[in-house]
């Protein structure tokens, strides 16, 4: 009785789960289905399968392709998202390292700060954040990488800190008797044990970091458009009007990269989430 309830428990899950799974996958479906919609029938049948009178093939997207300046857009997206994920899997797991072994009253107060700065709303910041970037010349391309990393340090550092307490000291005891220095003991002992959090945390934040419209709008404005900024101001016509079909046709476009790069990476997240919690 017990087996098969707990079967019966477990098919449930699965069809709950399911069910739950295709209702988030609906508006990405939706996108996809309007950005081969003229932007003449959107609006008014937005769940509509293209027909006939509808269908307009690609031209959503060479008109978007054409407007939006979305190459340029895409190569300071690009540019931006691996040069602050480097930065941020680089320097935290340092960070955290240097946190969980060296125990003193410092290091606990600066690991407490770094774990109070994830419950920080960006809005409290953010007008100051941007008079600060302004004055120091880093309200450009290269400047908002490690304004990227002052924002992505605490989850990262807090998941990173929690799988450096579950290694073995051991380890790094025996390659300093050998004759490691510190640097040489980090980068081949610890950080190859790290790499499946390290993977999670690039995950997380190169999602993030890739889709983040605000923090590039307020640093960089109009003159450096990322990807979701280009979009967004692109598509807007005279008057309010808003060009949906090419939105539409923008968005798809801006969803594979990062959505292919979550597929390549997935494995990992529960992963290494589960191994940062546990000894979080």
Not at 54 to 79: D, K, P, Q, W
Not at 239 to 255: F, K, N, Q, S
Request: aromatic share 14%; with cysteine.
């Amino acid at each position: 009785m017990t087996v098969r309830r707990t079967r019966t428990v477990d098919r449930l899950l699965t069809a709950l789960l399911a069910v739950v799974g295709a209702l988030f996958l609906v508006p990405v479906f939706l996108v996809l289905l309007n950005s081969f919609k003229s932007r003449l029938y959107i609006s008014g049948e937005p769940f509509a399968f293209p027909n006939a009178d509808t269908f307009v093939g690609l031209e959503n997207y060479i008109r978007g392709l054409t407007s939006a300046g979305f190459f340029a857009a895409f190569g300071r997206s690009v540019f931006i998202t691996v040069a602050a994920v480097a930065l941020i899997v680089l320097c935290t797991s340092m960070t955290a390292w240097y946190l969980v072994r060296v125990k003193n009253r410092l290091t606990k107060l600066l690991y407490y700060l770094f774990v109070f700065s994830m419950i920080v709303p960006f809005q409290m910041v953010m007008f100051t954040m941007t008079y600060v970037v302004g004055r120091i010349g880093f309200n450009n391309v290269v400047g908002i990488v490690p304004v990227y990393l002052g924002f992505g340090a605490g989850l990262s550092v807090f998941m990173l800190s929690g799988f450096i307490k579950s290694i073995p000291l051991d380890i790094e005891e025996a390659a300093t008797i050998d004759g490691c220095t510190p640097w040489q003991c980090f980068v081949h002992v610890v950080f190859p044990v790290l790499r499946p959090t390290a993977v999670t945390v690039a995950i997380l934040n190169a999602m993030w970091i890739w889709n983040d419209y605000l923090l590039p709008y307020l640093i960089l404005g109009t003159r450096q458009k990322t990807i979701p900024v280009a979009i967004q101001i692109s598509m807007q016509g005279a008057y309010g009007a808003t060009d949906y079909g090419g939105l539409m046709a923008m968005l798809v476009l801006a969803i594979i990269p990062i959505i292919a790069f979550y597929l390549v990476g997935q494995k990992y997240i529960i992963e290494g989430v589960i191994a940062g919690a546990v000894k979080g």
